[in-house]
């Protein structure tokens, strides 16, 4: 194994840990992302609420539910994660019934019962065929799929520059302006388009689809 590929591969084994600590440690999870990206946190998950409209919207890996007083202000919003923790945190903010705890690829929901999927910062679990079809399928005909994959921050200023190189150090070296791989969140029933979103000191990536006909039981 060459260097380079040796480094990516301990990169991605200490993202895949410190990820697995912070679902376990939910408490910790909101603090941290302000403290390494300050508003653009918050701002690069509102980029999806231009695409939620009147309806029903599930935020799929809600999280902490940070975002869904908001999105409960544009549809019925539910929130859906698999961790406690995440769950415990997110009940705070919100009223009982918004929560459900469950997997992204058994989703306990009829056909058809969502006009807007909603996902910010997911795990990878989001790229697994099962949850794709699990989104396609409480999707309603013509219904949004929208995921914030990744967002960046070009402009880092006084004291978070040292926060910048170790945000660098964790991540990897990204291209600026790139969007991820056109085909990463490809799936016959949802396609899509890659949406780059100027916050004020970087940028969003987002994936926007449509369902494209009447979701069937199974996916």
């Known amino acids: 194994m060459s260097d380079k590929r040796r480094t990516r591969e301990i990169r991605r084994r200490l993202q895949l840990w410190s990820f697995d600590q912070l679902y376990r440690h ?3 999870y909101d603090p941290l ?3 390494v990206f300050g508003d653009e946190w918050h701002r690069w998950r509102q980029a999806v609420l231009p695409f939620v409209g009147p309806g029903r919207v599930l935020d799929l890996g809600c999280g902490t539910g940070a975002l869904l007083p908001e999105l409960h202000e544009r549809a019925i919003a539910v929130g859906v994660d698999r961790s406690p923790s995440m769950l415990r945190v997110a009940s705070r903010r919100v009223r009982r019934g918004w929560l459900v705890r469950a997997a992204a690829g058994a989703l306990p929901f009829r056909d058809a019962a969502f006009t807007t999927v909603v996902s910010t910062f997911p795990a990878p679990f989001i790229l697994e065929r099962d949850t794709l079809a699990e989104v396609a399928r ?13 967002g960046e921050i070009t402009d880092w200023r006084g004291w978070r520059r040292p926060v910048g190189a170790l945000a660098r150090l964790f ?13 990463v969140l490809a799936y016959p029933a949802l396609p899509g388009v890659w949406h780059t979103v100027a916050t004020p000191r970087g940028h969003a990536h ?4 449509s369902r494209t ?6 996916g």
């Open 138 to 150: 409480v999707l309603e005909p013509g219904g949004r799929f929208v995921v914030v994959l990744g």
């Open 213 to 218: 006909d009447r979701p069937a039981a199974g």
């Open 206 to 209: 987002l994936w926007v689809a």
């Open 26 to 28: 939910a408490w910790f």
């Open 33 to 35: 992302s302000r403290l």
């Open 171 to 183: 991540y990897g070296d990204r291209v600026r302006d790139a969007t991820p791989s056109t085909d």
